[in-house]
């Protein structure tokens, strides 16, 4: 596609309960990030793969998170049992490139609410 | 103490002004990027630099690496300007993911 696009824009969860935030990337591009920004802070980084490989998940905060890129292209961000504290805009970013230190193009987010 | 820290938080300006938003940071690095996030929340990627200053259209963007200092200046600033302008920085010592400023949420009024 012409941008990293990614579904639901929106989505409010009930505390405890399960959601998957999807990001697809530009086609080609090799590298995927996903980041978290909490209200009035910056982006903060969570996982990152080259190609279908995670190569880093330092950032997730707890096992309730989980991320996957099957086939390389289309990721998906799990996050199971939300609780408030998972409220914030999930951000994905690619890059034609490996590694972090190139030019990235970021979706519009999936601004998360758990009530 | 934040790895990036930005000046001033919140700016609201008169069309037509000069602005200039500062991003400080602690560790060497070897890029800095300028992004700009509207309300919605998608982030735009406005400069990627590593020495001297760039310039788009009325955005000019300059970097002094010993200082560990970067400023984002808008000329002739406009209302739709306004929006989130976010700094973040590569460091140098491996590979690790960029680090973001908090941000300066720009409000610009005709």
């Known amino acids: 596609g012409a941008g990293v696009s990614q579904s639901p824009r929106y989505k409010v969860a009930k505390r405890g309960q399960d959601v998957a935030l999807r990001c697809d990337p530009i086609?080609?591009?090799?590298?995927l990030f996903w980041y978290q920004q909490a209200l009035g802070q910056g982006p903060e980084f969570l996982t990152y793969?080259?190609?279908?490989?995670?190569?880093?998940k330092s950032g997730l905060p707890s096992d309730r998170f989980f991320a996957e890129r099957p086939e390389g292209s289309v990721s998906t961000l799990k996050i199971q049992r939300t609780q408030q504290e998972d409220s914030a805009v999930y951000l994905c970013?690619?890059?034609?490139?490996?590694?972090f230190g190139y030019g990235y193009t970021f979706g519009s987010g999936t601004r998360l609410t758990v009530v | 103490k934040n790895e990036v820290e930005q000046s001033p938080q919140n700016l609201t300006a008169q069309e037509g002004e000069f602005i200039t938003i500062n991003c400080s940071y602690s560790?060497?690095?070897?890029?800095l990027h300028w992004l700009q996030q509207h309300p919605g929340g998608g982030i735009v990627s406005l400069f990627m630099l590593s020495s001297g200053k760039k310039k788009h259209g009325r955005l000019i963007a300059t970097i002094n690496i010993q200082e560990k200092h970067s400023s984002l200046h808008i000329t002739a600033s406009h209302p739709r300007d306004s929006a989130v302008y976010i700094c973040?920085?590569?460091?140098?010592?491996?590979?690790?993911?960029?680090?973001f400023g908090k941000g300066t949420r720009l409000s610009v009024i005709a």
């Open positions: 793969f080259q190609n279908e490989a995670q190569l880093d």
């Open positions: 973040a920085v590569l460091s140098n010592s491996g590979n690790t993911p960029l680090v």
């Open positions: 970013a690619s890059s034609p490139r490996q590694g």
């Open positions: 086609s080609g591009h090799v590298s």
């Open positions: 560790v060497g690095i070897s890029a």
